[in-house]
């Protein structure tokens, strides 16, 4: 990496030639070198095509012709002409190279003068190319706001600003990566948040050494958990509603966004938060908490409807008469086990054939595929109609909740589950839940502090109450 001055210094010409040769600008076609002469002064401006609002730069070189002054030289010249002369929303004088080179890769206009010494102006005209903020596709309502997160910071933070009009809303810009400098914005409520954890995670961001973020917030996530791959759980929350992530501040969190990225960081999340979606707080209370219960059921039904059903099936002794259904009158050719993982990794092979499917043909190939496969394998004899079936409860049950890392984890332990029920039948099943159990228990957050079961453990009846069920607002 080349190592160059920290400071421009006051002559013109050595500081377009730093310029030039720090951005490149005769490798670049989209980086815009403008050279202006006003009279008897030179100017030069450095922008990206692309990033540069059109007309405002028009206006603004036509503005610039009008003058007659730009600068003595001095120290502070470059300051004093920004504030009498420049018509700009966001103008900003520094003698700082670095800075001047960051402004001008993320959209700004760098300005130089021959009269403004040791400085020069940032002049902010940026537009980015961004989507509609439509809803979420991963994470819908039925009754509800349908703007959604996009892939520009500043609109993202505006959505936030929108619902919460309070002035304790701290919006902290910080820039990580040391290739992409990517910029992030965290973001609290003064007085509700941890102070001390927010000061942790703004230092824990500020001193990551990592070359770039260009996967936005998979890319934060990696850098800021501890590498325990072993352990499936999710320890961030992600969401891409602005409400969601509204509510989530008012209640103290911390959210992280990062540019690029449509996903706002929860931070801190324990498991127990999972249980939460935003169509619950659309619904009166009691319909809000019959949903969650409903949802803490059918979820942890997924984990253990298989390896019980195998285990049973190990053992027909144990099923009462008028549980006798469940033992498959087709057994198939196959092992029941492994007609179990053999399903298992189908369905995750028809979600990634829908997932790479046009979106004209997804939904038919991805139902019509399924039903196809499935019923070609019980006429030719390969599974079970039993097997068809759980698999297919299984499968549905998974959307129960958006994050799609829980679901895969919940996924490993059913897998596990049925592995262990497998090779030590009763105690194998047991052992399994105790470990599942545990991988839960063990696994840490973010700030390291709070526990992953929070508030189970520590116990807080009050908090673990308001996550289990709806609350209706009191005055």
Do not use: H, W
């Given at each position: 990496m080349e190592i160059f001055p920290e400071k421009l210094t006051a002559s013109f010409d050595e500081n377009v030639a730093?310029?030039?040769?720090?951005?490149?600008?005769?490798?670049?076609?989209?980086?815009?070198?403008?050279p202006m002469q006003v009279g008897n002064t030179r100017l030069m401006m450095y922008y990206i095509d692309g990033f540069i609002q059109g007309p405002s730069m028009q206006k603004l070189m036509m503005h610039l012709l009008t003058l007659k002054d730009f600068g003595d030289g001095k120290t502070g010249?470059?300051?004093?002409?920004?504030?009498?002369?420049?018509?700009?929303?966001?103008?900003?004088?520094?003698?700082?190279?670095?800075?001047?080179?960051?402004?001008?890769?993320?959209?700004?206009?760098?300005?130089?003068?021959?009269?403004?010494?040791?400085?020069?102006?940032?002049?902010?005209?940026?537009?980015?190319?961004?989507?509609?903020?439509?809803?979420?596709?991963?994470?819908?309502?039925?009754?509800?706001?349908?703007?959604?997160?996009?892939?520009?910071?500043?609109?993202?933070?505006?959505?936030?600003?929108?619902?919460?009009?309070?002035?304790?809303l701290t919006v902290r810009y910080i820039n990580v990566g040391s290739s992409s400098r990517t910029d992030m914005a965290l973001i609290y409520m003064d007085g509700k948040a941890d102070s001390g954890y927010v000061q942790q995670l703004t230092e824990k961001l500020q001193n990551l050494q990592t070359d770039s973020l260009v996967l936005g917030h998979q890319s934060v996530a990696e850098s800021l958990i501890p590498r325990s791959w072993w352990n499936p759980f999710p320890k961030i929350?992600?969401?891409?509603?602005?409400?969601?992530?509204?509510?989530?501040l008012l209640e103290g969190s911390i959210i992280l966004l990062c540019d690029n990225s449509p996903e706002a960081m929860i931070f801190p999340t324990s498991f127990f938060d999972f249980l939460q979606e935003t169509d619950d707080f659309y619904f009166p209370p009691l319909t809000g908490s019959y949903l969650r219960i409903l949802r803490l059921f059918v979820f942890g039904a997924t984990v253990v409807l298989t390896p019980l059903w195998y285990l049973l099936l190990q053992h027909p002794a144990w099923i009462p008469a008028w549980l006798?259904?469940?033992?498959?009158?087709?057994?198939?050719?196959?092992?029941?086990?492994?007609?179990?993982?053999?399903?298992?990794?189908?369905?995750?092979?028809?979600?990634?054939?829908?997932?790479?499917?046009?979106?004209?043909?997804?939904?038919?190939?991805?139902?019509?595929?399924?039903?196809?496969?499935?019923d070609f394998a019980v006429t030719v004899g390969w599974l079970s109609p039993d097997v068809i079936l759980y698999?297919?409860?299984?499968?549905?049950?998974?959307f129960t909740q958006s994050s799609y890392v829980l679901g895969y984890a919940f996924k490993y332990l059913r897998l596990m589950l049925l592995l262990l029920t497998a090779l030590f039948d009763v105690w194998g099943f047991a052992a399994g839940c105790v470990l599942s159990v545990v991988l839960v228990a063990v696994n840490k957050t973010v700030n390291g502090k709070r526990s992953y079961l929070y508030p189970l453990i520590p116990f807080n009846g009050r908090a673990l109450s308001r996550l289990l069920l709806r609350r209706g607002k009191t005055n």
């Open positions: 730093l310029m030039d040769r720090l951005l490149r600008v005769e490798s670049s076609f989209d980086l815009i070198r403008r010249a470059a300051e004093r002409f920004a504030e009498e002369n420049v018509p700009a929303v966001e103008v900003e004088a520094t003698e700082s190279v670095d800075q001047l080179i960051l402004m001008t890769l993320s959209g700004c206009c760098a300005f130089l003068s021959e009269g403004f010494g040791a400085g020069a102006l940032i002049i902010d005209l940026r537009t980015y190319p961004a989507r509609e903020a439509c809803e979420p596709e991963n994470d819908r309502v039925m009754r509800g706001s349908r703007d959604g997160f996009v892939e520009t910071l500043i609109f993202n933070t505006a959505m936030i600003r929108r619902r919460i009009r309070d002035t304790s929350r992600m969401t891409e509603r602005p409400d969601a992530a509204a509510a989530s006798s259904v469940i033992v498959p009158q087709d057994p198939g050719a196959l092992p029941i086990l492994a007609q179990l993982i053999l399903v298992e990794f189908a369905l995750d092979g028809l979600k990634l054939a829908a997932l790479n499917t046009p979106n004209m043909l997804s939904n038919s190939l991805s139902v019509v595929g399924g039903l196809l496969l499935g698999m297919a409860f299984v499968g549905i049950a998974n």
